[in-house]
């Protein structure tokens, strides 16, 4: 009876062993997951679809996990806020409740804003935003920034249209970051002659002084 005992306990030791061992690339069994590994996916990480219920892009016939996006429920550090109107006929509609939530801008924050709006609008939109850029003549409706329809456009319908596009415009979203953008619409706004709502360059430094998570 011992002898049948004991040759028990060995075969379930040795079932546990296997299956608690497994190659390098795949572990076998893992007691409580979600404490030894995190919920957000690394990238690049190689993933198995049978495990994960993330959609990862097929690289190189490999199933391979990248996503430029935070996970849920996060905001990357330096973010405005979560900008989340659907690119659709409805969103459009709705961006234009959105504010600017940039109230003010220093003297080398708008020429920043002038220099970013020079290498990525001025092609097309021209320096003084006229729309006779460069590219325009070969565009067909490019936009006068300076006109009227542009002057009464909201800034979260401008912001809208930057972020996906446009008609003959593309997205400058992978270009811009979402503070730049806003950032840019404060410019656009000098060039159609209003007056931008200017902060002094030390209450800026005193809130970069007074933020803990800037590096020193």
């Known amino acids: 009876m011992k002898r049948i005992t004991y040759l028990m306990a060995g075969l379930l030791v040795a079932a546990i062993a296997t299956v608690g061992c497994g190659s390098d690339r795949d572990p076998g069994r893992v007691y409580m997951p979600d404490m030894a590994y995190s919920r957000a996916y690394e990238s690049y990480a190689q993933l ?3 495990k994960f ?4 892009d097929k690289v190189g016939g490999k199933k391979i996990y990248y996503n430029a996006m935070p996970p849920a429920g996060t905001i990357k550090r330096g973010e405005l806020f979560p900008y989340i109107i659907a690119h659709d ?3 459009y509609r709705i961006s234009a409740k959105v504010e600017n939530p940039i109230a003010g801008m220093t003297k080398a924050g708008l020429q920043e804003a002038g220099r970013l709006y020079n290498i990525n609008c001025a092609i097309c939109h021209d320096a003084k935003g ?7 003549a070969k565009v067909p409706g490019v936009a006068n920034l300076t006109g009227d329809v542009y002057k009464l456009m909201t800034d979260g319908t401008m912001f809208y249209s930057i972020t ?3 008609n003959n415009m593309g997205s400058y979203a992978s270009q811009l970051d979402r503070k730049q953008r806003w950032e840019v619409i404060k410019y656009i706004r000098s060039l159609q002659g209003v007056d931008v ?3 002094s360059d030390s209450n800026t430094a005193t809130a970069t002084t007074n933020d803990s998570t800037v590096k020193k």
Not at 131 to 136: D, K, S, T
């Open 197 to 199: 709502t200017m902060t």
């Open 53 to 56: 219920t993330t959609n990862p």
């Open 164 to 166: 996906y596009g446009k």
């Open 130 to 136: 006229t729309g006779q850029g460069p590219v325009a």
């Open 89 to 91: 006929t409805v969103g």
């Open 48 to 50: 198995d679809s049978n």
